[in-house]
């Protein structure tokens, strides 16, 4: 008989439910007044007694217990409300009614009505079997007839969440721009309503919809952490609230203020995954936890390798054609390359960014017998064959808009803001979603195309319906339809992979990696900038999803001059890529590359699957150690961008192995202790100068007996490269 508690169990009795993973226990109760109140998240020792819900104050200001699971406008409610609706009679704010429950299979729902309207919302909560992550979201009806009219919803947020009282929590999140994106910080978090949110229809550079809470001392391997993700990639708003009397909460979902959405009889809105996880030791195991998660729940296809890719945009921009397409393709074969990408520059009338988009067919001067050449001969080198494409946009200079002006987001009475000198097909009218789909399948069934790099470069601006009863939807039903396209290209085409993309990091989420394979991560590709920005990505999501290129030196966006071993050394924390003119590579060059190609795919099952552990030494030193699930295996790269004379550097300690295990460096052939390794720290021996780095593998030495030293070591300091 085992003592572990189902995952999932409501007591009617009492109201309460409780929700159990390995190391997390989540209660909620439903109050008196209908509305279910937050109880506990935090570890599972935590819960041996039941808190009782309680005002933070006792005042006529301050008569709310509990924090609401999803706050409705009314009552005495003066913080963030998650729900904001407004019946036909004027009337605003929903007044809830218990109405029943279900539980089972780690599901459960709570059923809610509104006293005097015809509103019903069921607040949904799902766990999984060896995971700590709480999956949230809600479903709103209107539960009436012609009769009531519609119902405007202003606000509907998936879940809002609750920390325990922190005497003074830490706010960690990120921040960017296009070429630095996924910028980590972590911020005292003000007594005040604190909100991170992209008004631009995409998930945007400049925020991302995570977030994390702690007291201010954890650190990458001690201390407890409150994180949640939002899988949207639209427009979204999380508003963190910290009141004054030390009670700290956050509300979130897709959209951003200003947006209405009209409930019509009989309609249900539902609202992405709003998902938490708890983690007792630290930001590194917060992370492990969601790479975990995305791996098992969200990835179409975890277990597949990503592959080496060669992307021709850096060598050629819009300078395309067959013979140079051609070209680049054979020497990328040459060093290992998996996959050959042909970037922009290669349909319509597409020598610049002013024109051609959306005219998805090849440019005769540059193609004269269409794509299938160029498809053929890379697949002949045994290399898979990728297409850029842009299907949200338009160029006002192509026969598309020409033929379909009406198809673009704009208000006809406004000027219509173009970017990039480009406009963006409103895919919420089913027939725009319909000739996408219709022209993405063609190309990838005349063309034989075997992985997509799906880009939009430009935000949502004079977004509207004129005349529509409606129009706010459009900011959903854009996002949605990108959704059902991927899905239908995928099941339509078995095998086809999708990279997402938006001028670089502009679109990562959980929405959108649950039918992509990869994301771009940044067009920055300098590998000093590179550091930081795949330090964030890698808050949340693992380093299979993560695109990182070796390109030229000097870097095309900083001026940076590099060396090529550095270059690849940081790139290969990720799923990496090939992306410089290699026409111009010294042939000292392309041998170096094809080594250290192949150098990765030996670590590639470690990197893009194995446990991740974030590391930072002295003297500016960082790295990353990817071990595998059984701590058989370990795979370090450890990068030093600068260098100070006179400050030698210190040996870096590899807290994730066994010290009871010894290894052995697969390079050198020399042993170490676990221990020594644990606590006293690897000896890098980085080259002297800037921007040094090396790569370092490790496997754990068997035992006299013929077993592995510990069943659950890490990997001993193996081949330095």
């Given at each position: 008989?085992?003592?572990?508690p189902?995952?999932v169990?409501?007591?009617p009795?009492?109201?309460?439910?409780?929700?159990?993973?390995?190391?997390s226990?989540?209660a909620?109760?439903?109050?008196?007044?209908?509305?279910?109140?937050?109880?506990?998240w935090?570890?599972?020792?935590?819960f041996?007694e039941?808190?009782?819900?309680?005002?933070p104050?006792?005042s006529?200001?301050?008569?709310?217990?509990?924090?609401?699971?999803?706050?409705?406008?009314?009552?005495?409610r003066?913080?963030p409300a998650?729900?904001?609706v407004?019946?036909?009679?004027?009337?605003?704010?929903?007044?809830?009614?218990?109405?029943?429950?279900?539980a089972?299979?780690?599901?459960?729902?709570?059923g809610?009505a509104?006293?005097?309207?015809?509103?019903?919302?069921?607040?949904c909560?799902?766990?999984?079997?060896?995971s700590?992550?709480?999956?949230r979201?809600?479903?709103?009806?209107h539960?009436g007839g012609?009769e009531?009219?519609?119902?405007?919803?202003?606000?509907l947020?998936?879940?809002?969440?609750?920390?325990?009282?922190?005497?003074?929590?830490r706010?960690s999140?990120?921040?960017?721009?296009?070429?630095?994106?996924f910028?980590?910080r972590r911020?005292?978090?003000?007594?005040?309503?604190?909100?991170?949110?992209?008004?631009?229809?995409?998930?945007?550079?400049?925020?991302?919809?995570?977030?994390?809470?702690?007291?201010?001392?954890?650190?990458?391997?001690?201390?407890?952490?409150w994180?949640?993700a939002?899988?949207?990639?639209g427009?979204?708003?999380i508003?963190?609230?910290?009141?004054?009397?030390?009670?700290?909460t956050?509300t979130?979902g897709s959209?951003?203020?200003g947006?209405?959405?009209?409930l019509?009889?009989?309609?249900?809105?539902?609202?992405?995954?709003?998902?938490?996880?708890?983690?007792?030791?630290?930001?590194g195991?917060?992370?492990?936890?969601w790479?975990?998660?995305?791996?098992?729940?969200?990835?179409?296809?975890p277990?597949?390798d990503?592959?080496v890719?060669?992307?021709?945009?850096?060598a050629?921009g819009?300078?395309?054609?067959?013979?140079?397409q051609?070209?680049?393709?054979?020497?990328?074969?040459g060093?290992?390359?998996?996959?050959?990408?042909?970037?922009?520059?290669?349909?319509?009338?597409?020598?610049?960014?002013?024109?051609?988009?959306g005219?998805?067919?090849?440019?005769?001067?540059?193609?004269?017998?269409?794509?299938?050449p160029?498809a053929?001969?890379?697949?002949?080198?045994g290399?898979?064959?990728?297409?850029?494409v842009?299907p949200?946009?338009?160029?006002r200079?192509s026969?598309?808009?020409?033929?379909?002006?009406?198809?673009v987001?704009h208000?006809?009475?406004?000027?219509?803001?173009?970017?990039?000198?480009?406009?963006m097909?409103d895919?919420?009218?089913?027939?725009?979603?319909?000739?996408v789909?219709?022209?993405?399948?063609?190309?990838v069934?005349?063309?034989?195309?075997?992985?997509?790099?799906?880009?939009?470069?430009r935000?949502f601006?004079?977004?509207?319906?004129?005349?529509d009863p409606?129009?706010?939807?459009l900011?959903?039903?854009?996002?949605?339809?990108?959704?059902r396209?991927?899905?239908?290209?995928?099941?339509?085409?078995?095998?086809?992979?999708i990279?997402?993309?938006a001028?670089?990091g502009?679109?990562?989420d959980?929405?959108?990696?649950?039918?992509?394979?990869?994301?771009?991560?940044?067009?920055?590709?300098?590998?000093?900038?590179?550091i930081?920005?795949?330090h964030?990505?890698?808050?949340?999501?693992?380093?299979q999803?993560?695109?990182?290129?070796?390109?030229?030196?000097?870097n095309p966006?900083?001026?940076?001059?590099?060396?090529?071993r550095f270059?690849?050394?940081v790139?290969m924390?990720?799923a990496?890529?090939?992306?410089?003119?290699l026409?111009?590579?010294s042939?000292?060059?392309?041998?170096?590359?094809?080594?250290?190609?192949?150098?990765?795919?030996?670590?590639?099952?470690?990197?893009?699957?194995?446990h991740?552990?974030?590391?930072?030494?002295?003297g500016g030193?960082?790295?990353?150690?990817h071990?595998?699930?059984?701590?058989?295996?370990?795979?370090?790269?450890?990068w030093?961008?600068t260098?100070?004379?006179?400050?030698a550097?210190?040996?870096?300690?590899?807290?994730?192995?066994?010290?009871?295990?010894?290894?052995r460096?697969?390079?050198?052939?020399?042993?170490?202790?676990g221990?020594?390794?644990?606590?006293?720290?690897l000896?890098?021996r980085?080259p002297?100068?800037?921007h040094?780095?090396?790569?370092?593998?490790l496997?754990?030495?068997?035992?006299?007996?013929g077993?592995?030293t510990t069943?659950?070591?890490?990997t001993?300091?193996?081949?330095?490269s």
């Amino acid at each position: 008989m085992s003592d572990t508690p189902p995952a999932v169990s409501f007591d009617p009795a009492r109201g309460l439910a409780v929700l159990a993973t390995p190391r997390s226990r989540y209660a909620l109760r439903i109050g008196a007044d209908g509305s279910p109140r937050h109880l506990y998240w935090g570890a599972p020792e935590g819960f041996t007694e039941l808190p009782a819900p309680h005002s933070p104050a006792d005042s006529s200001f301050e008569s709310e217990a509990a924090a609401d699971e999803l706050a409705p406008q009314s009552g005495a409610r003066f913080g963030p409300a998650g729900l904001q609706v407004q019946f036909a009679d004027g009337v605003r704010g929903a007044q809830w009614r218990f109405t029943g429950h279900t539980a089972s299979g780690g599901e459960l729902r709570i059923g809610l009505a509104d006293r005097h309207y015809p509103l019903s919302a069921t607040l949904c909560y799902r766990v999984h079997p060896g995971s700590d992550v709480i999956e949230r979201w809600t479903e709103l009806t209107h539960t009436g007839g012609p009769e009531d009219g519609p119902i405007g919803v202003d606000r509907l947020d998936s879940a809002a969440w609750t920390a325990p009282r922190l005497a003074d929590p830490r706010l960690s999140h990120l921040v960017g721009g296009w070429n630095s994106e996924f910028q980590l910080r972590r911020d005292r978090l003000p007594v005040a309503e604190t909100v991170l949110t992209s008004r631009r229809g995409i998930t945007s550079h400049h925020a991302g919809p995570w977030l994390a809470l702690d007291d201010g001392t954890a650190t990458e391997e001690h201390g407890e952490v409150w994180s949640t993700a939002l899988a949207w990639s639209g427009s979204w708003r999380i508003t963190v609230h910290r009141d004054p009397v030390g009670r700290t909460t956050w509300t979130g979902g897709s959209g951003h203020e200003g947006l209405r959405r009209i409930l019509r009889p009989g309609e249900t809105l539902d609202t992405p995954v709003f998902a938490g996880l708890y983690s007792p030791a630290g930001f590194g195991a917060a992370s492990r936890g969601w790479h975990d998660h995305i791996r098992a729940r969200v990835l179409p296809e975890p277990d597949r390798d990503r592959p080496v890719l060669y992307n021709s945009w850096e060598a050629t921009g819009f300078e395309v054609d067959q013979a140079a397409q051609c070209r680049l393709a054979d020497l990328a074969a040459g060093l290992g390359a998996e996959l050959f990408v042909l970037d922009d520059g290669w349909f319509g009338a597409r020598t610049g960014d002013h024109a051609g988009l959306g005219d998805w067919t090849p440019r005769p001067a540059a193609f004269p017998h269409g794509l299938r050449p160029l498809a053929d001969h890379v697949h002949g080198l045994g290399m898979a064959f990728g297409l850029w494409v842009e299907p949200e946009m338009v160029n006002r200079d192509s026969d598309l808009y020409r033929t379909h002006p009406d198809w673009v987001l704009h208000a006809p009475t406004r000027d219509a803001t173009e970017l990039r000198n480009q406009l963006m097909l409103d895919l919420g009218r089913p027939e725009v979603e319909a000739w996408v789909h219709n022209t993405l399948d063609g190309l990838v069934t005349d063309n034989a195309v075997d992985w997509l790099k799906w880009d939009a470069n430009r935000p949502f601006t004079e977004a509207g319906r004129v005349g529509d009863p409606d129009p706010d939807r459009l900011w959903t039903d854009h996002t949605r339809a990108v959704y059902r396209i991927m899905d239908r290209l995928r099941a339509d085409h078995p095998g086809l992979r999708i990279e997402a993309c938006a001028g670089g990091g502009g679109r990562v989420d959980l929405g959108i990696l649950a039918r992509t394979d990869q994301a771009w991560t940044s067009d920055n590709t300098d590998p000093v900038d590179r550091i930081g920005i795949q330090h964030g990505f890698s808050q949340l999501f693992p380093a299979q999803t993560m695109a990182a290129w070796v390109t030229d030196s000097p870097n095309p966006a900083t001026g940076r001059a590099t060396p090529l071993r550095f270059r690849f050394h940081v790139a290969m924390a990720g799923a990496l890529g090939l992306g410089g003119d290699l026409t111009r590579w010294s042939a000292e060059e392309l041998t170096e590359a094809a080594e250290l190609v192949a150098r990765y795919q030996q670590i590639r099952p470690l990197i893009q699957r194995g446990h991740q552990h974030r590391l930072a030494g002295p003297g500016g030193v960082t790295a990353v150690h990817h071990a595998a699930h059984d701590g058989s295996e370990h795979a370090v790269l450890a990068w030093r961008p600068t260098t100070r004379f006179g400050h030698a550097g210190a040996p870096l300690p590899l807290p994730a192995l066994d010290g009871d295990a010894r290894y052995r460096d697969l390079d050198t052939g020399q042993e170490y202790s676990g221990a020594a390794l644990r606590h006293h720290g690897l000896d890098l021996r980085l080259p002297a100068g800037d921007h040094a780095s090396r790569l370092i593998r490790l496997t754990r030495v068997p035992r006299a007996d013929g077993g592995a030293t510990t069943p659950g070591a890490a990997t001993a300091p193996g081949g330095c490269s």
